[in-house]
């Protein structure tokens, strides 16, 4: 049974317009919200969270959004870069164990 | 100056043989995980180590053994590997803080078992 769910595998956006990737889950006790980015042969970098007090955190051109009655968290890059493109993990974290989802891959095209 | 690293990094045994995988990280964390993403690209904890206690060991067969000699270190000891244990095996760490998720990965291990 997944908990955390990406169900978009894949996203093509062009540079310089917005990027949008969405993840639900399931479980409400869930305290924590993270995005990690993963290029090819290396492991998952983490890249922005969020907790479940909060509905926003901004980074520089990353943003993510949480919407706890729809149990929906989305990162939006913006502009998004060729260098974005990269596997994007959304994951949701419980009495200190973290819950994977299974990915999104992006491409930013020139 | 790698902040978690794995060795080694691809790791090809057959069935039957036993095999060592070692993970350091030198970012001072008190807290040491490791992760195996399958071929559905499923990443899921293992085990977890708090200042080399075991403090996480999810459904795994025993066939598994994790050790943890220091709070910089935790190795995975597989014996008598089989096909499904094909995998990327991805160590990784954090500071044990209220509130904080965040860790930090190594490179991974790719095991293939032949």
């Known amino acids: 049974d997944q908990q955390v769910k990406q169900n978009s595998p894949s996203l093509s956006v062009q540079e310089g317009r917005i990027s949008i990737l969405n993840c639900d889950y399931t479980?409400?006790?869930?305290?924590?919200f993270l995005w990690y980015k993963k290029y090819p042969a290396e492991g998952p970098t983490f890249l922005i969270s969020i907790s479940s007090i909060k509905d926003k955190n901004e980074d520089g051109r990353f943003t993510v959004f949480l919407n706890k009655s729809a149990k929906h968290l989305s990162l939006h890059i913006v502009p998004s870069q060729p260098g974005d493109s990269a596997v994007y993990f959304c994951?949701?974290?419980?009495?200190?164990?973290?819950?994977w989802g299974l990915g999104t891959s992006l491409a930013v095209n020139p | 100056d790698t902040a978690v690293s794995q060795t080694p990094k691809y790791l090809v045994t057959q069935m039957g043989n036993d095999k060592s995988i070692k993970c350091e990280q030198n970012l001072g964390h008190d807290t040491m995980y490791w992760y195996k993403q399958d071929s559905k690209k499923f990443l899921k904890i293992m085990f977890s180590?708090?200042?080399?206690?075991?403090?996480i060991n999810e459904t795994v067969p025993n066939r598994f053994s994790p050790k943890s000699p220091d709070k910089a270190h935790l190795n995975l000891h597989i014996n008598s590997l089989e096909l499904g244990d094909s995998a990327v095996y991805f160590c990784a760490s954090s500071q044990r803080v209220a509130h904080s998720y965040e860790q930090y990965f190594g490179p991974g291990t790719r095991l293939t078992v032949t």
């Open positions: 180590y708090n200042n080399k206690e075991l403090i």
């Open positions: 479980n409400s006790m869930f305290d924590y």
């Open positions: 994951a949701a974290g419980n009495n200190r164990k973290l819950i």
